[in-house]
Structure formats: structure tokens, C-alpha cells
């Protein structure tokens, strides 16, 4: 009986200290400005995403949210900022980890963070991106494509965009004759060059890809991840779509983890353990919060919670545990 007392007791002086340090972590917010930071110009994405985030947590902190964007090199300058801001809580990034992962993967100069160290609050939304050809494309599969024996054309913005990365996945794993034409100047730009028959192809993320598709100037090949997409349920995967050996699995496993960072929130590395899990459970009831949902989903800014352990081990399979040969050979199918 003594025994079970002091279980009980030992249990409650747990829980009560655990209340303790989360009412501590809860009143240093109050009155204060907390920044989100975007690595991009206001009016992009992730601008978007990050004003709609803000009220929310402004709510939840008792604080002020505000959204400050650092564009530069492709947001590497504001993550390497984020790398060593002061571990407080009161700045968190909004980044595209997807882009981040592959910069650090292919040794971008002047890259200095590693985004395995940084602490992780959630990923908001991880989308998969969609092979489009025109609307009046011959082309109604993937195999009409590979059967057709044409050297593609795909629209990319620069030499290392998330448009021009995914067509060298795509043709690296399904052994087609390419060229990735960059100038464009984002996914409209050269979803409208595929319509008007200057490209052959353009990889593009699934929000867009619906509006283009749904504008009736695109066609839809496949989704280019093992999940379907919400918006393209009628259309199949790309391992549904074609026979597919183990090297084209695996490089399409990979294009997919690393797509899989997506929308991540993060936290310069070595939080106070209280404070990051005080703020990961104000992120988890933020981004579950039905009113946000459903302002997303109005203006098609889906939010879709990860948990910042599983964001974490997404990040570490990418960036940690590739193997020096796998890092090469996606730098050498990279550099284009």
C-alpha cells in the first residue's frame, strides 16, 4: 500500500511540475512579438501561408505575430540566419524544406545550416507535384510518352527549382531523352509555355497543377509520388501508372522524401527543452484549429499537420542518412 502511495504521489508531483513549466513557458510569450520568418517576398506561397498562420498563433501566445520576409538565395539566407538566431522561441521560420534539403544536398555555396540540427514545430502541408502536358496533348498516359521515343522539353524557373528538379527525377528514373529549359519565371509561366506548345512537359505542384488543369489548358499524366493526389483522384501514381525497376522506385522514393519536408515550421537548433515542447503543442492546436482549416481550404492553402518528430526523421533521411554515393549520384543528375 506504501508502495502504491508513493506511485500516486510521485505521479502527481510529475504532472504538477510538468502544469508548472508549461503555465512558465505560456506567461514568457504574453505582451511579447514573436517573428515569422519567410525566406521569400511577401505576396509568394509561403507569405500567404505565413499571414494566415498568424492571427492564430498571435491567439494562442497572448503575443504579437508578425511575418518578416528575408528573401535571398532561394530562402539559404534566412535559414542560415535561422541557424543561429538565439534559441528563445521568438523567431520560428516558415521554409520550403524541399528546396532547403536539395540545396544542402548539392552543396549550395554559401549554405550554413544543416537542416538535421534544426528543432522542427510541425510540417504544415507536404503536396505532391503532377506531370502536366497540354490539354490537347496526344499524350493521355505515361506510356504514350515513353512509347512516343520524343526528346522532351521541360519549363523550368532556374537551375535548381523544385520544376526543373522534379523533370530530372522523372526523366534520370524513366530513362527519357530530355532538356530542362529554365527562364520561366514560376509554375504559371511555364504551365502556359506547355499549353502553347514551346515545352513538352512541366512538373508541377498539386495546388497549381488543379488550377491549371481545371482552367482546361493542362492535362494531368500522373502523380509523381506513391499517394494520389486530393485533387486528382481519377488519375494514377506514377507507380501505378508504369512498370517501374528498383533503381527508378528508389529515385522516386527519394524525390518523394525529400518533396515530403514541404511546408515546415522550425526552430534554430538547441531549444530549451520546455519552451520547444510548449510551442509544439501550441503549433499542434494551431494547425488543427477548424477556423484556419477552413480559411485554407477556401483560398486552397491546405493545411495538413505532420508532427515535428516524424518532420525531423524526414529531414534526417534526406540530408543525415543518404550514403555518400546516393549524394553523389543525385548531385551529378542535378547539375544540369
Not at 300 to 317: F, G, H, V
Request: with cysteine.
Amino acid at each position: 500500500m506504501q508502495r502504491l502511495f508513493a506511485t500516486v504521489l510521485a505521479l502527481g508531483l510529475i504532472a504538477s511540475s510538468s502544469t508548472l513549466a508549461q503555465d512558465a513557458e505560456s506567461k514568457f510569450f504574453e505582451g511579447k512579438t514573436v517573428r515569422i520568418v519567410v525566406g521569400s517576398g511577401s505576396g509568394g506561397g509561403y507569405d500567404i501561408y505565413a499571414r494566415l498562420m498568424a492571427p492564430y498563433f498571435a491567439k494562442a501566445l497572448h503575443a504579437t505575430v508578425v511575418v518578416e520576409n528575408q528573401p535571398g538565395a532561394g530562402g539559404i539566407t534566412s535559414l542560415n540566419r535561422m541557424y543561429i538566431a538565439p534559441p528563445d522561441g521568438l523567431t520560428l521560420s516558415f521554409a520550403n524544406g524541399t528546396s532547403a534539403a536539395f540545396a544542402q544536398i548539392t552543396d549550395q555555396p554559401g549554405l550554413r545550416f544543416d537542416l538535421a540540427k534544426f528543432d522542427y514545430l510541425a510540417t504544415v502541408g507536404a503536396p505532391p507535384g503532377l506531370w502536366l502536358v497540354a490539354a490537347n496533348s496526344p499524350w493521355r498516359s505515361v506510356k504514350d510518352v515513353i512509347a512516343s521515343g520524343k526528346k522532351l522539353n521541360w519549363g523550368a524557373s532556374g537551375p535548381s527549382d523544385g520544376l526543373g528538379n522534379g523533370a530530372a527525377f522523372t526523366c534520370a528514373a524513366l530513362k527519357l531523352q530530355c532538356q530542362i529549359v529554365p527562364g520561366y519565371t514560376g509554375s504559371n509561366q511555364a504551365a502556359l509555355a506547355v499549353m502553347k506548345g514551346e515545352m513538352d512537359a512541366v512538373y508541377i505542384p498539386e495546388s497549381s497543377a488543379n488550377n491549371f488543369v481545371k482552367a482546361g489548358q493542362n492535362f494531368a499524366l500522373a502523380t509523381m509520388a506513391r499517394h494520389k493526389s486530393r485533387w486528382f483522384q481519377d488519375r494514377p501514381t506514377i507507380h501505378e501508372a508504369v512498370d517501374l525497376d528498383a533503381d527508378a522506385q528508389w529515385l522516386f522514393d527519394f524525390h518523394s522524401g525529400v518533396e515530403n519536408l514541404g511546408r515546415i515550421l522550425i526552430l534554430p537548433p538547441n531549444m530549451p527543452k520546455a519552451r520547444l515542447a510548449f510551442l509544439q503543442k501550441i503549433t499542434k492546436d494551431v494547425l488543427h484549429d477548424p477556423q484556419l482549416i477552413a480559411d485554407g481550404e477556401r483560398s486552397e492553402r491546405i493545411i495538413e499537420y505532420l508532427d515535428p518528430d516524424s518532420t525531423l526523421k524526414n529531414a534526417q533521411a534526406v540530408v543525415a542518412n543518404i550514403t555518400p554515393e546516393q549524394k553523389g549520384r543525385v548531385q551529378a543528375l542535378l547539375k544540369r
